[in-house]
């Protein structure tokens, strides 16, 4: 087997497994249960997502992909970010419960 073979198989492989691991990483988010695990979720698809246009850009050998990536990455690092803040500034579910016996 040729090594251009070889690296088509590989590909072909990551490709699909990479396409499972998104169709699961929607799953994850849609059944949720809670907020924090639908935030984890969204991280976890950018970064396959991540992955998935860096197999595609070994398969083709156009590196105009990896900057695709970088900005991605610098997008889903924020969303991130801006989701944890919005979970830390929401309050406890039965806060308000808690208030009251007080």
């Given at each position: ?8 198989l590989a590909t072909s492989i990551a490709l ?6 998104l169709l699961l990483s929607v799953i994850r ?74």
């Amino acid at each position: 087997m040729s090594g251009a073979a070889f690296m088509d198989l590989a590909t072909s492989i990551a490709l699909v497994m990479l396409g499972v691991a998104l169709l699961l990483s929607v799953i994850r988010i849609v059944i949720g249960p809670t907020l924090p695990d639908r935030v984890l979720a969204l991280d976890l698809l950018t970064v396959v997502a991540l992955a998935f246009v860096g197999a595609i850009a070994i398969r083709t050998g156009l590196m105009l992909y990896l900057d695709i990536a970088i900005a991605l990455s610098l997008l889903g690092f924020l969303a991130t970010i801006a989701f944890a803040r919005y979970i830390m500034t929401r309050p406890a579910p039965g806060a308000a419960d808690r208030e009251k016996t007080k």
